[in-house]
């Protein structure tokens, strides 16, 4: 072989070497991203799942308080309605017996009236404050909407999850191949990922499914 020959294999053989170099390099750091990318992933679909079940929980429990008031309001108002029902009745009775019997109806009448509505007097402002049926209500309805939003936010992790671990087989079956083909398809699956991810955190938009 000619010695211009031998000098041009060496110089190609070192090309190629430095071209594998690089790649391996590439990958690796691609992997040491997906990798970071997929540890953000998973703790933002753990709070996700948590939030669902602390939320829902949070809601059950309002709806139930929510219920009991209902039920209590309820009572005092039929015992309003029965003892008037009495007071017509009992034409004879004494004006004192009378007003004891008022009394108490304008007793039963606004502890039914407080039931509806009861703001919290240190923040009379706050509607998700206090425990009236208002009260209740408008907290029931934002722990449900928190809830709802989790459950929006949970698939993308998911999905994201899924797809950063499929990236980072890629680019370690890109160095095994050393094939920038490989290396490519795993930078755009993990592209799609990350745009899983942030849309998980923000909900840029809907998934269709």
Do not use: C
Request: proline share 4%; no cysteine.
């Amino acid at each position: 072989m000619e010695p211009a020959e031998q000098i041009a294999e060496a110089r190609a053989r070192g090309e190629s070497a430095e071209e594998g170099d690089n790649l391996n390099s590439t990958a690796a750091i691609v992997i040491a991203l997906m990798a970071m990318l997929l540890a953000l992933t998973s703790l933002g679909g753990g709070n996700a799942a948590e939030d669902i079940m602390n939320h829902n929980i949070h809601a059950s429990d309002t709806w139930a308080f929510y219920q009991a008031k209902n039920i209590r309001q309820t009572a005092y108002r039929l015992a309003a309605d029965d003892l008037e029902s009495e007071l017509q009745m009992q034409a004879a009775a004494s004006p004192e017996a009378r007003q004891a019997i008022e009394r108490r109806i304008q007793q039963y009448r606004e502890t039914a009236a407080r039931y509806e509505d009861e703001p919290d007097p240190a923040a009379p402002a706050d509607p998700l404050r206090g425990e009236g049926k208002k009260q209740l209500t408008a907290r029931a309805r934002d722990f449900e909407t928190q809830r709802d939003r989790a459950q929006a936010q949970d698939p993308n992790f998911d999905f994201a999850e899924a797809l950063f671990q499929i990236a980072i087989v890629l680019a370690s079956v890109a160095i095994l191949a050393s094939s920038r083909r490989i290396l490519w398809g795993s930078v755009g699956v993990g592209a799609l990922a990350a745009v899983l991810m942030l849309n998980g955190y923000f909900l840029f938009f809907e998934l269709p499914f």
